[in-house]
């Protein structure tokens, strides 16, 4: 697929992903309920993780070659975004860490959550990223109102999902026993949870300043802020999708 496309291709582009994501969520979480295939779950997170990195996160953008003046914008754009992919796979191992710690503490075992909740808070954070890269494609094609619009979309969906999790989630596993203290169970959810939360609270913040910034115009000529911010909306994004089957799908559930 050529990565030198107009605007109407680049936002079909991102439906097709996102249908493609859709289809595959249904599918893991259809594999879950009915049969144990632990190794089509982590299959199936692979090639929506794939599909994220490339297509969403522009990972070939790494590749551009940057001619001319190391003071010029393309260059200097260009080093930044090394410098954000850098950070990415360092903060990758953390969130590596978390998932190797619940390996280890629980198995193939899970803590008692509701796997339906699970799926619709996934299901949000999904739609946030189609959101995004909409918002991302349109101004980067000049089109101000449109980022504005899709970005109020992706920070309203972010913050659906932060609720979710941390207002929702968090106090019905309370109710049912799950506390940060309450065992191995716990421990691993709440420290994966709580990492995730963070970061997504920190995408919202960046969100909210891309946001502004674009209201004034600064990025009608230079938009890498917004390509910045999507990529890192999207690595949340990413994390989740491993995450949501270790939480929610692999493994019985520990009563």
Known sequence: MTHTQDKKSMLSQGVFIFGYLAVLTVLEFFVAVTFEAIA????????????????????????AEHEGDHNSYEYKSGTNRIGLWLFLISDSFVFGGLLVMRMNLLGLTRPNLN???????????????????????????????GFLNNTLITFLLGLGFLIGVVAVEWRLAAHEGLTPSSGAAGAAFYMMTGMHAFHVLTGLIFLAIVWFNGRRGLYDEKHY??????????????????FYPALYLIGTVIL
């Open 115 to 145: 796997p339906t909740l699970g799926l619709a808070v996934t299901s949000i954070l999904l739609i946030s990223s189609f959101f995004m890269n909409r918002g991302e494609t349109m101004m980067s094609n000049g089109d101000r109102k």
């Open 225 to 242: 802020p917004v390509e910045a911010a999507a990529v890192y909306w999207h690595f949340v994004d990413v994390v989740w999708i491993f």
């Open 40 to 63: 089509l779950l982590i299959v199936v997170a692979l090639v929506k993780a794939a599909l994220v990195v490339y297509y969403y996160m522009h990972i070939y953008k790494l590749n």
